[in-house]
């Protein structure tokens, strides 16, 4: 198992199997999948009377997911897809958590909805390098299980699709209570601050699994002390904000605080959703979010041994912001 996973950390990472091989190698991954849901669970004879035509994006517990960056572009991008096709569109989000406790929306459904008849419904793989499939306005339901958290606007191409992605993510979700609460709990104005991002992975501490990039002591000691002074460049070009520092590492957040006491670190339990799905984990993962796309500025910071994340992209995109790359 372990070979395999690196094999996948591998292809994950090659451009070339990127560029030309990973759009086709998942469509015949995802209709493999199909076949198997169809098999499980659909049939020819009639369920239930359906109105109109809605796509479902389903998060299914029984097969794994990516983090949450890639889950919201799928869920967006299935939202545009819906939307070009002149269908409703809903989420059913369950697993490892309930996305209805975190950010509100007019678009959440359960699994009682769902026809599970051929007369009514068929599969849809969201297959974000692709193009924006045409659907067929006689099938009542779309079923959404699989998908690939690439951002189907920007391989098309459409428009301004940074613009775009962020008012769709607006149209979709709101902050709950829960976490308009923890947002208000913050002493951050809006547009004060640069959101400076690290993601280490599994460079400094164990973070997420199936991931690789283990370091020695004096490597992760030389990596931090590198990052320091990256973040201590960014202090002096952006002396006019205050500098808000997140990470995935509990670890470096502890040293930003001994050692760039001007600089800002939110309290939070740290994890990744997929590994780490207790109620702290997730709230401190959407007060990120939000936070980075309330900053003037999103800065995500980029070496050899950091892990190239697009969570703070897509957070400044939420917030209609820009994200720079640093590179140190």
């Avoid at 960056?69 to 096709?85: C, E, F, P, S």
């Avoid at 740290?270 to 709230?283: E, K, M, P, R, Y």
Wanted: hydrophobic share 35%; charged share 25%; with cysteine.
């Amino acid at each position: 198992m372990i070979i395999i996973e690196k094999l996948k950390c591998f292809l994950r990472t090659n451009k070339y199997y990127k560029k030309y091989c990973q759009t086709s190698v998942n469509d015949c991954r995802y209709w493999c999948r199909g076949i198997k849901y169809y098999r499980r669970q659909y049939h020819w004879t009639l369920d239930k009377s359906v109105q109109g035509n809605t796509i479902y994006f389903i998060i299914d517990p029984n097969i794994s997911h990516p983090g949450l960056a890639d889950r919201l572009k799928a869920i967006v991008g299935t939202y545009y897809i819906a939307q070009q096709n002149g269908f409703d569109f809903k989420i059913i989000f369950k697993h490892p958590f309930h996305l209805e406790n975190y950010v509100g929306s007019t678009h959440y459904a359960e699994l009682d909805e769902l026809s599970y008849s051929l007369k009514n419904s068929r599969i849809l793989a969201y297959n974000g390098g692709g193009k924006v499939p045409k659907l067929d306005k006689s099938i009542r339901q779309y079923h959404v299980y699989n998908y690939i958290g690439y951002d189907i606007l920007e391989t098309n191409k459409i428009g301004d699709y940074k613009m775009l992605w962020g008012e769709l993510y607006r149209q979709l979700f709101q902050p709950t209570e829960l976490l308009q609460k923890a947002l208000d709990s913050i002493s951050l104005t809006p547009n004060s601050y640069v959101a400076v991002h690290l993601r280490f992975v599994n460079a400094l501490e164990q973070f997420e699994e199936n991931q690789f990039n283990f370091l020695s002591q004096d490597q992760k000691e030389e990596l931090i002390k590198k990052c320091l002074k990256g973040i201590t460049d960014i202090q002096r070009q952006y002396s006019n904000k205050k500098i808000v520092v997140f990470s995935d590492s509990s670890m470096f957040l502890t040293r930003v605080r001994e050692e760039l006491p001007h600089c800002v670190v939110l309290d939070g339990e740290i994890g990744h959703i997929s590994f780490s799905s207790t109620d702290d984990v997730v709230l401190k993962t959407f007060v990120d979010f939000y936070e980075m796309g309330r900053a003037a500025l999103v800065i995500r910071v980029m070496t050899a041994e950091i892990y190239p994340t697009v969570f703070s992209y897509y957070a400044a995109l939420s917030g209609g912001k820009e994200c720079i790359d640093w590179t140190i």
